[in-house]
Nanobody, 117 residues
């Protein structure tokens, strides 16, 4: 029902910046949130940030607070994750999440972010 497509991943040196984008297509609803998670090799998937479309509220994990910013794009149902001050420990596959309030959860395919020292 909902397809999520991430883009913007790549390789960058420590201290660099990247901007990830996630576009949701298909049937979307009024009450939903979109967010970002990441998963490094050998680790569990980790929450990064979330954006509530109904209220415009945002939330960021402590590990990325002050460096990453989730925001809406001009395009409908699209969110960004602006990443600055990247560290090697940020290396992971970043996944976009679409969550319907009281409903389903959808995931994108993920986009690789690699930060070299």
């Amino acid at each position: 029902q909902v397809e999520l497509v991430e883009s913007g991943g790549g390789s960058v040196q420590a201290g660099g910046s990247l901007r990830l984008s996630c576009a949701a297509s298909g049937r979307t609803f009024s009450m939903y949130t979109m967010g970002w998670f990441r998963q490094a090799p050998g680790k569990e998937r980790e929450y990064v940030a979330r954006f509530w479309w109904s209220s415009g509220s945002t939330d960021h994990a402590d590990s990325v607070k002050g460096r990453f910013t989730i925001s809406r794009a001009n395009a409908k149902n699209t969110v960004y994750l602006q990443m600055t001050g990247l560290k090697p420990e940020d290396t992971a596959v970043y996944y976009c999440e679409y969550r319907e309030y009281g409903g389903g959860v959808y995931w994108g395919q993920g986009t690789q972010v690699t930060v070299s020292a």
